[in-house]
């Protein structure tokens, strides 16, 4: 067992050798044409994403430096004490999440652990509770801009925030047996909260940057050199008989890596319920570029990367499920 597992470990190793050479072999190939790719995807977060999360970022860092929700979490316990098996800092920590979307659950997540207020059990279940994307960008973004109907919006925003709370009721046992926990409250006093909450958002924001800069160019390199061509491939197969074709596979392939590209990419095939159920699914797990993003924060409070991203599948697969039908009544 151990010589297989050093084994796999040298295998993993050596494969991430290889993938980071060949992105950086490609990048120093074509500068040009990938240095304005780097800089798409920064004007991207810089105009998009920075203005919609620092505010964010800045108000939940000085509630959780604050004693003003301390009161208001402990009356809100029982919604999801039993259900969830979770404290009411959680209910805070939900709707913030599904109004501010990725990745401000996480982060709240972190800053609550950091300050002794939720166990380790506590944080591996919040994880999926408080891990979703916000109307902004599912309704105006993908709905209104991407779908050309506002409806199909508050469709798949209603799917996602449901598969969040469906999730987390499936893996509610996840952290095992709960230690005793002696919580502390919401926040202790900081004498300078004002400079920590603004430090630290604009710290966030600033990573937040760089892995949606970052992404975007690798899911470009990925798509220029037709390395996700088998995946869709295999996808437009297993979709075959709900009508799927070549763009479809080649859309949820790219979405994968970078969910935003592929929502785009899906509403290029039209509305209909298979383009809409899948980028429903993509919101839901919110790929790679998602997942890193999260734990970045959820590492923190020792939230385990295996679990996270099998929750986050789950929780995809559920919403596509949820809304492939719910797409066939309303549509």
Known sequence: MVKFFKSGKWTFNVALAITLVFFIVALAIFPDVYSKTTYAGIALWATAVLPSLLPYFFLTALLTKTNVLSSFCNSLSPLVKKPFRLGGSAVYAFFTSILSGYPVGSKIIADLYLEGVISDGEATRMSLLCSTSGPLFIIGAVGNAAFNDKAIGFILYGVHVLS??????????????????????????????????????????????????????????????????????????????????????????????????????????????????????????????IILQSFAFLKKARVSVLFFTLGKLVQGTISGLICYFACLIFL
């Open 164 to 289: 969040a709370i469906i999730t987390a009721l499936i893996f509610r046992k996840a952290g095992g047996k709960e230690k005793e926990f002696s919580p502390k409250p919401l926040a202790h006093k900081d004498d300078n909260a004002l400079y920590n909450a603004v430090y630290s958002s604009v710290i966030s924001a600033l990573v937040v940057g760089g892995f949606v800069s970052i992404f975007y160019v690798l899911s470009q390199i990925l798509a220029d050199f037709k390395i996700l061509y088998p995946i869709s491939l295999i996808t437009t197969a297993v979709l075959s008989p709900l009508g799927a074709s070549g763009a479809h596979g080649n859309a949820l392939s790219v979405g994968l890596i970078e969910f935003t590209k592929g929502c785009v990419l899906l509403s290029y095939t039209g509305t209909t319920p298979l383009s809409v159920s899948l980028a429903c699914f993509l919101i839901s797990f919110g790929g790679i570029s």
